[in-house]
């Protein structure tokens, strides 16, 4: 039997400090500023089945500890000072001395999980805050790569098909729902991108070649093209803040210190942590006037835009002066039938991820970090929960704890 071959890395995958999501920057600000005493546990969810991870274990492993050696460069940090405005002069300071600690990561080889590799991120949140995104683009560029090598592919022939079949996409959404030019959008795509090379020259060519790309979410990419740097908050923002209060009233606390902390300048709020319609029961006329609007990131995006229109609706706003962005396994067929949908009827944004920068013919990855457990100065780990409005994304290592949120969640649902 003829073993089976596996490629070279023959380069480091995380080049820069700036290869990672803007609202990882936004959060750890919020961090820095009000909860430097917090610790937090973060782990590897692989969905997906039938996918070996653990034979990529020592790539990763290795692709980890390189990133002890980054930087945030001079000129990166006043393009960031210019370009996210938001970032204060002491958080920026701050990051001009922090580094990447590695020994936070501990990756070992484990059956009992699916994929078969368990990566168990441990610390100080304001230090571990920066390695999900990171680590989830190696492991999909290791995987990837290698899933080319075993086809004969090389990643400029990807890349060069992918350029091909994106303009076609494009095209072809825009003659379905009779779009002269296709609506705008904004890349979200570096966690699981099939390479930092294919996500470069693909954000590359929409920035030259399209209009429609408005920005991404990418620090180092928007700072290349010269592009709009996207992003606000993510799931683990609203989760931690249930270790530091009740759960009935963390989704608020959450909310009312990122509108401290930032006012009128990251307006969009990330809507299904715990349900879309938990999370409209927090979002009193107050919070719904003070923020833009909210981000999509589970269920039906048509039944929860018109959730939100309704909503906005009965304290008398207007919802063509709100957005809500719409993040949830986007392709170009569905953004044009969301934008045609709801044209006219509040200001729809979009956020394409994997289907932009991993569309190469391979099956992506289907894998999450996500934030496990928390605690603030008293050495007690508080499960955290993210449950969605799709039953299958719900995520909490306390089956027990689950049980409880559901019930709150529900009887405050009720009332």
């Not at 653990?54 to 692709?63: D, H, L, N, Q, V």
């Not at 790309?213 to 709009?228: A, P």
């Amino acid at each position: 039997m003829t073993k089976q071959k596996h490629f070279y890395l023959d380069h480091q995958i995380i080049r820069s400090r700036c290869d990672q999501d803007s609202y990882k920057f936004s959060m750890a600000q919020g961090v820095f500023h009000n909860y430097t005493d917090v610790v937090v546990r973060y782990e590897l969810t692989c969905r997906g089945e039938g996918v070996d991870l653990a034979k990529y274990a020592p790539f990763i492993e290795a692709e980890i500890k390189k990133m002890s050696e980054l930087r945030f460069l001079d000129g990166e940090i006043e393009g960031m000072g210019s370009n996210l405005p938001f970032l204060k002069n002491d958080f920026l300071q701050y990051l001009r001395g922090s580094i990447l600690n590695p020994d936070y990561v501990t990756i070992t080889e484990d059956e009992s999980v699916r994929g078969g590799l368990s990566i168990v991120i441990e610390g100080p949140w304001l230090e571990t805050i920066w390695f999900e995104v990171p680590i989830l683009a190696i492991i999909s560029e290791v995987y990837i790569l290698d899933q080319l090598y075993q086809s004969g592919r090389t990643e400029s022939e990807a890349l060069e098909e992918a350029r091909e079949t994106l303009a076609e996409k494009i095209y072809k959404a825009c003659k379905i729902y009779g779009f002269d030019e296709f609506p705008n959008f904004a890349d979200f795509g570096t966690r699981r991108r099939a390479s930092v090379s294919i996500h470069r020259e693909l954000v590359g060519f929409l920035n030259t070649e399209y209009n429609c790309c408005i920005g991404t979410s990418n620090v180092m990419l928007g700072l290349e093209n010269n592009m709009k740097i996207v992003g606000t908050m993510a799931h683990e923002w609203l989760m931690a803040h249930a270790a530091f209060t009740r759960f009935d009233l963390s989704q608020r606390m959450a909310l009312d210190v990122w509108q401290k902390e930032y006012r009128d300048q990251l307006g969009v709020a990330l809507s299904d942590t715990y349900t879309t319609d938990f999370f409209l029961k927090d979002f009193d006329d107050l919070l719904a006037k003070s923020f833009s609007g909210v981000r999509q990131d589970s269920g039906d995006p048509v039944e929860v835009g018109y959730k939100f229109i309704r909503h906005y609706e009965s304290f008398g706003i207007d919802p063509m002066t709100k957005q809500i962005i719409f993040s949830d396994s986007l392709n170009f067929d569905k953004i044009a039938m969301l934008a045609k949908e709801f044209e006219g009827k509040i200001q729809a944004g979009f956020g394409i991820g994997t289907c932009l920068t991993n569309d190469i013919g391979i099956k992506p990855l289907n894998i999450v970090i996500k934030m496990s457990y928390a605690q603030r100065g008293n050495n007690v780990w508080y499960p955290m929960i993210k449950l969605s409005d799709v039953p299958g994304k719900t995520m909490c290592k306390d089956k027990e704890y689950a049980e409880f949120v559901r019930k709150i969640i529900k009887e405050r649902i009720a009332s």
